[in-house]
């Protein structure tokens, strides 16, 4: 199956500092990448929908000035969480759709702000 | 909204048992209905999917039956293996043609497969 990449899988950092996580489909091109929260024993929360070129679409309750996405090309987004704070501690996963139906999932990012 | 209910785990199951995982959704019209499972460090896969009522899915030894009636999508497997243990998920999206991709997900079932 197709191959979708996160970096960094893990990261630590101070309060109020910014972390940028990438997400990168491998082997085709994604016209679709969703970003999710997932809360230890709970589900994936979907956060926003991003399309390549165009600005992402966040779900209700979700800052986006808070979590910036950025879908820069058809095998790369970003999500960057800026001035972070320990209630922004989490799994992060993103996942990436190509012309088919399916989404694609990468490994996640595991987020702890100090 | 659409919603998806699955059972509470954790579930502990000694090898070759048969493993029921339960799983029903609230949904207006058709939706697609996928079972996702996530091994230790990795990432979601797709185990398995259907589309239809009455449909089928089946992969790895697991299946899944579309049922509309029940609202149901119970994910079974005749004889487990250590190789098993994992988290599984349950979702659901919106029929395919309808325009938008977005799952919604359950909370997802630790299974344990005991030697």
């Known amino acids: 199956g197709a191959v979708v990449s996160q970096h960094p899988s893990w990261v630590i950092c101070k309060s109020g500092t910014s972390v940028k996580i990438e997400c990168r489909s491998l082997?085709?091109?994604?016209?679709?990448m969703f970003w999710y929260r997932q809360f230890p024993k709970q589900s994936l929360m979907l956060m926003a929908t991003?399309?390549?070129?165009?600005?992402?679409?966040?779900e209700q309750g979700v800052e986006k000035d808070k979590f910036l996405i950025n879908h820069a090309s058809l095998t790369l987004s970003t999500l960057t969480v800026t001035s972070a704070h320990p209630e922004d501690s989490s799994f992060y996963i993103c996942?990436?759709?190509?012309?088919?139906?399916?989404?694609?999932f990468g490994p996640g990012t595991r987020l702890t702000v100090l | 909204g659409d919603s998806v209910t699955q059972m509470e785990g954790p579930v502990t199951l000694s090898e070759e048992a048969f493993l029921t995982i339960n799983c029903t959704y609230t949904?207006?019209?058709?939706?697609?209905l996928f079972w996702y499972v996530q091994y230790p460090g990795e990432g979601l896969q797709l185990l398995l999917k259907?589309?239809?009522?009455?449909d089928k899915g089946s992969n790895k030894g697991f299946e899944a039956t579309y049922r509309k009636e029940t609202t149901s999508f119970h994910l079974e497997k005749g004889s487990v293996q250590v190789s098993d243990s994992a988290v599984y998920f349950c979702?659901?999206?919106?029929?395919?043609?309808?325009?938008?991709?977005?799952?919604?997900f359950g909370k997802g079932t630790k299974l344990s497969v005991i030697p």
């Open positions: 996942s990436a759709r190509d012309r088919a139906t399916e989404q694609f």
């Open positions: 082997d085709f091109q994604a016209t679709t």
């Open positions: 991003s399309n390549e070129g165009s600005k992402a679409t966040y």
């Open positions: 949904a207006t019209g058709y939706p697609s």
């Open positions: 259907a589309t239809k009522a009455d």
């Open positions: 979702a659901l999206s919106d029929p395919p043609g309808a325009g938008s991709y977005q799952l919604t």
